[in-house]
């Protein structure tokens, strides 16, 4: 880094994962700038100290690292390559792309961003919302080794278990290694909850014995509950992890591999949208199991 203080941060993106992670920003003593496409969702960060902008250019005119968490991969791309942030950071800053994106398009930001002077990363989270605002993501880094440990002390104040994964690209192709994880792990939750429920077996007590054996995941310990409870209300939206289960789909299937896991969940998901749970959380897939059980 090429700075002598504390660096500033630029932060674009301020939903439901960029508010936590902005607020352990300011926490740490940041002095953060933000922009959001909709102000009124950055307004509780303005109010604890976040300095708004205007424009993602003018956010990164004025810091020294622009970190991003927006959408999909075409926000992603327009942020960089058509908005500007590029063109509008110093040399020597740093940017930071912290959306689950194209593994491909973060080479290609890496290599624009090299020829300008400016240093990239590729960081995608996993963590939900839950762990923005505690400061527990999980934290998926590409790029170069020394901006990554330039960076670590930013990425500690929104993560715990941060790793460097190797070049630019590879922070993304870990996510989508999570992502395909998640995907089929969802489906078995699911389907071990309508079988419970089924049995006549009380859920919460089913979750007594297998959250922490050998069927235990993050899934099952956070979002089983939900799912027990009715509560569909997103942590990360179904819209969102299609997206990423497209990206990771189309990446596999460019390296030739074969994921039946990932394409049964993305079609799964699909159907979900389609009767209009696209803005719902990743739980809701449980409601075509509840369906098919009321049905039977």
Same mark, same amino acid.
């Given at each position: 880094?090429?700075?002598?203080?504390?660096?500033?941060?630029?932060?674009?993106?301020?939903?439901?994962?960029?508010?936590?992670?902005?607020?352990?920003?300011?926490?740490?003593?940041?002095?953060?700038?933000?922009?959001?496409?909709?102000?009124?969702?950055?307004?509780?960060?303005?109010?604890?100290?976040?300095?708004?902008?205007?424009?993602?250019?003018?956010? @990164? %005119?004025?810091?020294?690292?622009?970190?991003?968490?927006?959408?999909? &991969?075409?926000?992603?791309?327009?942020?960089?390559?058509?908005?500007?942030?590029?063109?509008?950071?110093?040399e020597g800053s740093i940017v930071i792309d912290?959306?689950?994106?194209? &593994?491909?398009? @973060?080479?290609?930001?890496?290599?624009?961003?090299?020829?300008?002077?400016?240093?990239?990363?590729?960081?995608?989270?996993?963590?939900?919302?839950?762990?923005?605002?505690?400061?527990?993501?999980?934290?998926?880094?590409?790029?170069?080794?020394?901006?990554?440990?330039?960076?670590?002390?930013?990425?500690?104040?929104?993560?715990?278990?941060?790793?460097?994964?190797?070049? $630019?690209?590879?922070?993304?192709?870990?996510?989508?290694?999570?992502?395909?994880k998640i995907a089929s792990n969802m489906i078995?939750?699911?389907?071990?909850?309508?079988?419970? %429920?089924?049995?006549?077996?009380?859920?919460?007590?089913?979750?007594?014995?297998?959250?922490?054996? $050998?069927?235990?995941?993050?899934?099952?310990?956070?979002?089983? &509950?939900?799912?027990?409870?009715?509560?569909?209300?997103?942590?990360?939206?179904?819209?969102?992890?299609?997206?990423?289960?497209?990206?990771?789909?189309?990446?596999?299937?460019?390296?030739?591999?074969?994921?039946?896991?990932?394409?049964?969940?993305?079609?799964?998901?699909?159907?979900?949208?389609?009767?209009?749970?696209?803005?719902?959380?990743?739980? @809701?897939?449980?409601?075509?199991?509840?369906?098919?059980?009321?049905?039977?």
């Open positions: 880094m090429t700075v002598d203080h504390q660096p500033i941060i630029g932060f674009i993106g301020t939903g439901v994962m960029g508010q936590g992670m902005v607020s352990n920003l300011l926490q740490n003593g940041y002095q953060v700038n933000v922009y959001n496409r909709t102000r009124s969702k950055a307004e509780p960060l303005i109010e604890k100290g976040a300095i708004w902008r205007d424009t993602p250019q003018e956010v @990164a %005119e004025n810091v020294d690292v622009t970190i991003t968490i927006v959408g999909y &991969p075409d926000d992603v791309e327009a942020v960089y390559l058509e908005d500007g942030i590029l063109d509008a950071a110093a912290m959306t689950t994106s194209s &593994p491909q398009l @973060a080479e290609s930001i890496a290599e624009a961003a090299r020829k300008k002077g400016i240093a990239a990363l590729d960081a995608p989270v996993s963590g939900g919302d839950v762990g923005a605002r505690n400061g527990k993501l999980s934290i998926m880094v590409g790029g170069d080794a020394e901006v990554y440990e330039a960076c670590l002390p930013i990425f500690q104040a929104m993560g715990e278990n941060i790793v460097h994964q190797g070049p $630019a690209g590879a922070g993304q192709h870990t996510k989508m290694a999570n992502q395909i078995g939750v699911c389907e071990a909850m309508a079988y419970a %429920e089924k049995a006549g077996l009380d859920p919460d007590t089913v979750l007594q014995s297998i959250s922490s054996g $050998a069927a235990g995941s993050w899934s099952l310990s956070n979002l089983a &509950p939900k799912m027990i409870n009715n509560d569909y209300a997103p942590g990360f939206y179904v819209k969102h992890f299609i997206k990423d289960m497209t990206i990771a789909l189309n990446s596999a299937e460019k390296m030739g591999l074969l994921t039946p896991g990932l394409s049964l969940a993305k079609r799964l998901y699909e159907e979900l949208a389609e009767s209009g749970e696209g803005d719902s959380g990743t739980q @809701a897939l449980y409601k075509k199991y509840k369906e098919q059980m009321h049905t039977v």
